[in-house]
């Protein structure tokens, strides 16, 4: 049995307030619109294996997490799901206090590019990482001052792990 | 007798041969690269061994190491399977000469129909019809209509020093012809400075329909019927099936002689297949060689489906020494069978093959259902070889019931985490033209962004509802923490764009 929530899924141009109930009814509400879609029931197998049943029709779903996105196999079709937190937006304005910087993937530090002490403005990279043969910086998410640093260049990063701790401005 | 094979090969192909020695009490031999240590091949053989980094070109294409991987394990033969070495001629004549039993045809029969034009003029000799074509000695537009009239129309100028559809005309009715020349000429001169022209029969859509042989080492030689792969997006086959509809039961025993002709012409032994275009449909279609194939295909379990036949097993019969133990009259097809390719691709943005971890993978079963997989859950698809992952079979008594078969089966395929071009092939085997069976070679093409769509609405609200369903790392509820000094960021949203490494 799922436990009850309601996020926001988004899939492609699609996206919708998906309500799951504790009695296996999940209620979609797609955005934009006034009213509810009829209820789905569903019914977790095990093994990523659901039973969908869906106004006197039913079938067989599967799905698995990858990272922040789930992948959807229902009747011959693929979905890549992205979800949110329903019902408030995710906090992500600036606070105060330090905020700390992770890789989102196992990932090689190519390169540290700032030092404690240092200033940096938004967007500003701090380190340059290196996964699936592809570099991606790591940016300030806002302004503030470098607090210190968790990392080396070269060194093997696990996702979690603080890379850069940043101070940040005052509310 | 062949007593342990070395597989140089990998995914799907490589498992096939892999069983097909477990039935034959053949021990088998898998070879890998360092990105397949845990592959299906790998993980089925009897013994393995790594033979190099995760690139082709250092491992399963290194002639080198994979007959120093035969030394080493003791191997006395070696099958390889369909791409990387099957086709050349070097690799069947070190493994002759290292003493191993190449299961395959002579290097001398894979070099003489490698070549195009070599092979054209072997067809040629042996009476199986080519498509009517001449450089005419007289280049004047007497001359080059002469040969027009003997070729017939419509017909393709072509410039004789290259290719890229420069100084290239379809010409339909002698009235158009001596324009188009004199406009092909020109193109022609400037774009290779040699103005001469080639005069070839247009097919206006023709079919690919390819003929299975066997042949052994006694110079007997049988053929298993069509395959009908005109579903090809680029040149790459998407769907094949046995019977073709669109051929009579006298074409396709003059189409059978013809391959036969041909595999004998160069003393061919192990299994083949000789392609031809098809032009015109019922008693009045034409075939015309294309090319021989002189390896095992991809879509053989689709003649196999029809046969009855062990393909795989039939070529160890034969590097046994064994003769082939029917003939052409003991051999019937029953039925219908069709094949699906499932590709690592993404149809939404171009086909562009796809890489990444399986993360969850389910087979459909049933009657009249075969699987030949490369993948298993959990496995990764590696970014350095060919896309296919899995061969799916649906035979059936009827063209319908196998078509009804394979949509049900691909319907309840599962494969998440790298994208595959399921969806589209359900599209596909509804298309009109497809069910009718009214499909030449340039049908794909022409039909691939129709069949390229989103899902509809309903499932995709659906997916969002199993999505939101599945337990575990659904979002907290607030989000993340908001009190303390340390809140973690959420690290995607401090990405920036990614960039190839300079």
Request: aromatic share 6%; net charge negative; hydrophobic share 45%.
């Amino acid at each position: 049995m799922t436990t009850p929530r309601i996020v926001t899924a988004r899939a492609g141009d699609h996206a919708a307030r998906v309500d799951v109930r504790g009695d296996g009814q999940v209620v979609v509400r797609p955005e934009g619109s006034p009213t509810d879609l009829p209820p789905v029931r569903l019914t977790y197998l095990g093994h990523g294996r659901f039973r969908v049943w869906h106004e006197g029709w039913t079938t067989l779903a599967y799905a698995v997490e990858d990272d922040d996105r789930r992948w959807v196999f229902v009747d011959g079709e693929v979905v890549l799901v992205d979800l949110e937190t329903g019902g408030r937006p995710r906090p992500r304005a600036a606070r105060a206090g330090t905020d700390a910087l992770s890789a989102p993937m196992p990932a090689t530090v190519v390169r540290v590019l700032v030092s404690p002490g240092q200033a940096v403005t938004r967007g500003m990279p701090l380190v340059l990482l290196e996964a699936m043969k592809m570099e991606l910086p790591l940016r300030a998410p806002h302004d503030g001052v470098v607090e210190s640093i968790g990392c080396a260049d070269g060194d093997l990063v696990q996702p979690g792990v603080p890379l850069v701790r940043l101070t940040m401005p005052a509310a | 007798m062949i007593a342990r094979l070395l597989v140089a090969n990998r995914g799907e192909i490589a498992v096939r041969i892999i069983r097909a020695c477990r039935e034959a009490g053949i021990e088998s031999v898998a070879v890998c690269s360092e990105a397949d240590e845990g592959a299906p091949h790998a993980v089925l053989a009897d013994h393995l061994v790594m033979i190099g980094p995760a690139p082709a070109a250092e491992s399963y294409l290194d002639i080198g190491r994979l007959l120093d991987a035969a030394r080493a394990t003791g191997a006395d033969a070696v099958h390889p399977g369909y791409g990387f070495l099957s086709e050349n001629p070097a690799f069947a004549a070190a493994c002759a000469d290292a003493g191993l039993t190449f299961v395959g045809p002579t290097a001398d029969a894979i070099e003489r129909m490698g070549s195009k034009t070599g092979a054209r003029r072997i067809a040629e000799a042996a009476g199986v019809p080519v498509v009517p074509g001449a450089t005419p000695a007289d280049q004047s537009p007497a001359g080059l209509r002469a040969a027009a009239e003997h070729v017939g129309y419509p017909l393709l100028l072509k410039a004789s020093a290259g290719g890229g559809g420069k100084g290239m005309r379809v010409v339909r009715t002698a009235g158009e012809f001596d324009e188009a020349a004199g406009a092909a000429r020109r193109e022609a001169a400037s774009a290779f400075g040699d103005g001469t022209l080639y005069v070839e029969r247009y097919l206006e859509r023709p079919r690919h329909v390819e003929i299975q042989v066997l042949g052994d080492h006694h110079g007997a030689v049988v053929h298993l019927f069509e395959r009908e792969c005109s579903v090809q997006r680029r040149h790459q086959k998407v769907v094949e099936e046995s019977p073709c509809l669109a051929i009579t039961a006298g074409l396709r025993a003059r189409m059978g002689e013809a391959a036969v002709r041909a595999a004998q012409a160069v003393g061919y032994r192990s299994a083949g297949t000789i392609e031809f275009l098809v032009d015109g449909t019922g008693e009045d279609a034409r075939f015309y060689f294309l090319e021989m194939n002189t390896r095992l295909q991809v879509e053989h379990p689709v003649t196999e489906a029809v046969t009855g036949v062990d393909l795989v097993r039939a070529q160890f019969d034969i590097a046994n020494g064994q003769p082939l133990p029917w003939t052409q009259p003991a051999l019937t097809q029953r039925g219908h069978a069709i094949e699906c390719r499932i590709y690592a691709e993404d149809p939404a943005q171009g086909f562009v093959p796809q890489a990444g971890r399986v993360l969850l993978y389910r087979e459909p079963t049933g009657p009249g259902l075969r699987i030949d997989a490369g993948i298993v859950e959990g496995a990764e698809v590696p970014v350095h070889y060919d896309p296919l992952l899995v061969k799916l079979i649906a035979a059936a008594e009827t063209r319908t019931g196998a078509i009804e078969r394979a949509r049900a089966a691909l319907r309840q395929f599962p494969i998440l985490g790298v994208r595959t071009n399921v969806p589209f092939l359900l599209r596909l085997l509804s298309h009109p033209a497809f069910l009718a069976a009214t499909i030449d070679t340039g049908f794909l093409d022409r039909e691939a962004a129709n069949l390229v769509a989103p899902p509809a609405p309903a499932t995709t609200h659906l997916a969002l509802a199993v999505a939101a369903s599945l337990a575990g790392a659904v979002p907290a509820p607030f989000g993340p923490a908001t009190t303390g000094t340390a809140a973690v960021h959420d690290p995607w949203s401090a990405l920036g764009d990614w960039s190839r490494p300079a």
